[in-house]
């Protein structure tokens, strides 16, 4: 057709695009219940999708309904200013040996094959600390994939809220401190883990993730949450178990404030027996699995 520039073939297929409807996904959900009427909600999450999708359902609006409250990670979950400047606060590495002097031999070679597939300068990891750098490497793995925060379904949930309060377990700030808390050697062993796998197998695993938490798969999100970085025992304490044990707590607090929250978190802590659902069946509360 004459007179149909490139441009405005572009600007159709974004108007195309923005007309699609988004991806039904049905990631897991659990009601928690007390002797005394006691009750709390939990849904995993994703932090970084490719595209919005649509994670609300009938059971999940019910949910939503109920609760006088919605508890995140993070509840600044935007405030992206703010946790640039935390990171950058605690990232600042303390020490005057070169990052390529603390990547642990055994990684050497994997640490290169990584900067070079994603094209990354080593000058750019100049300054930080150890553990810092390990998730700069790994942000670049999500980016190349097309992964944004801004689609993450933590996101999502804030806004609908609502006027409901929205509370937090950690705090970015907090959430940064228990890397940098991190002995060296484990912030090694973490740098390592993040370049172990190549772009294709990066790419590859984060697929099997996504769609494991879009179908509410448990058992394959257990099985990724045994495997990689959370396979090292002391990064699985520090990284997951640990914190699993607070939030715990948390909610357990909530719930005898007489409080119903509706708790949003990283799906990965929320599957197996180290997860905030077998936690609360542990501490006498009757925990089921709605979706």
């Not at 405005?8 to 923005?18: E, H």
């Not at 603390?102 to 300068?121: C, E, F, Q, T």
């Not at 925060?149 to 950690?170: H, S, T």
């Amino acid at each position: 057709m004459r007179g149909f520039s490139k441009g405005c073939a572009a600007l159709a297929v974004l108007l195309l695009s923005a007309c699609q409807p988004a991806e039904k996904v049905t990631p897991a959900l659990w009601q928690v219940d007390g002797p005394g009427g006691q009750r709390a909600w939990l849904l995993g999450t994703i932090h970084a999708l490719e595209r919005p999708v649509d994670w609300r359902s009938a059971k999940v609006d019910t949910a939503l309904a109920g609760a006088d409250r919605v508890v995140l990670e993070v509840a600044r979950i935007d405030d992206t200013a703010g946790m640039a400047m935390a990171f950058a606060a605690l990232g600042t590495a303390q020490t005057s040996v070169p990052l390529r002097s603390r990547v642990p031999a055994h990684a050497l070679a994997n640490y290169d094959r990584y900067l070079k597939s994603y094209g990354i300068d080593e000058q750019a990891l100049a300054g930080q600390e150890t553990w810092s750098a390990a998730l700069i490497l790994a942000q670049a793995a999500q980016q190349a994939q097309g992964s944004e925060a801004e689609n993450g379904v933590d996101r999502a949930v804030a806004q609908a809220a609502g006027r409901r309060p929205v509370e937090e377990f950690e705090g970015a700030d907090t959430q940064l401190k228990i890397f940098d808390a991190l002995p060296e050697a484990e912030q090694r062993d973490l740098l390592a883990a993040v370049v172990s796998a190549s772009r294709e197998q990066n790419a590859r695993e984060t697929r099997a993730l996504r769609q494991a938490w879009a179908k509410g798969d448990v058992q394959a999100l257990t099985r990724e949450t045994q495997s990689g970085l959370l396979a090292d025992p002391e990064l699985r304490a520090a990284l997951l178990v640990g914190r699993n044990k607070a939030w715990t707590g948390q909610v357990l607090a909530m719930l005898r404030r007489g409080q119903r929250p509706f708790v949003a978190v990283g799906t990965a802590h929320l599957a197996g027996p180290d997860g905030l659902p077998a936690m609360l069946a542990a501490g006498g509360y009757r925990v089921t699995r709605l979706q």
